[in-house]
């Protein structure tokens, strides 16, 4: 009886002292989770391109062969064609992102559990928030209309980093 209580007590003690790894350190990162959302969204706004093209389709097939808007809407399928094609190229990328993010993850998971620092690391995702903020990534053009496109310029990261401070 007392070498059976001995011996649990004996197992609790060795497996309260076994380090507590996280089995998938991205699925709790920040940034991981940020470029997931991202694809989300893409995910959502293709979706809704495709409606609106059968929807304008719908409206061409019931207009007469002739009428003044039949262009003006065939041009609009062009350019809502135009906008799956991005955006689907840009899911692509944000994708290979996330994979390469997932690796980063458990890399730097493993660094910051043998210096028993915290994970997911806060800086270094208030970091990104920075760099993502201002640089007009193409994520951020999902919420433009299709007139309103401008050029867009990418800011130097470093000089970003130093204005704040970093």
Not at 41 to 66: F, M
Not at 106 to 126: C, G, H, M, S, T
Not at 139 to 146: L, M, Y
Request: contains cysteine; hydrophobic residues 35%.
């Amino acid at each position: 009886m007392k070498k059976t209580i001995f011996m649990l007590i004996l197992s609790l003690i060795c497996t309260s002292c076994m380090d507590k790894r996280v089995k998938n350190p991205e699925k709790v990162d920040l940034i991981y989770i940020d470029l997931k959302s991202d694809i989300e969204k893409i995910d959502k706004v293709i979706k809704l391109r495709e409606t609106e093209i059968q929807i304008v389709k719908d409206e061409i097939n019931s207009l007469p062969v002739r009428a003044k808007g039949r262009v003006v809407r065939l041009l609009r399928i062009e350019a809502m064609s135009s906008d799956i094609t991005r955006f689907k190229q840009l899911k692509k990328y944000i994708y290979i992102k996330l994979r390469k993010r997932k690796e980063m993850a458990k890399i730097r998971y493993e660094l910051r559990f043998q210096n028993n620092e915290p994970w997911p690391d806060k800086e270094e995702f208030r970091l990104y928030k920075i760099a993502k903020n201002n640089s007009l990534t193409p994520v951020e053009e999902i919420n433009k209309s299709d007139n309103s496109r401008a050029p867009t310029h990418k800011k130097d990261i470093q000089k970003i980093l130093k204005f704040h401070g970093l």
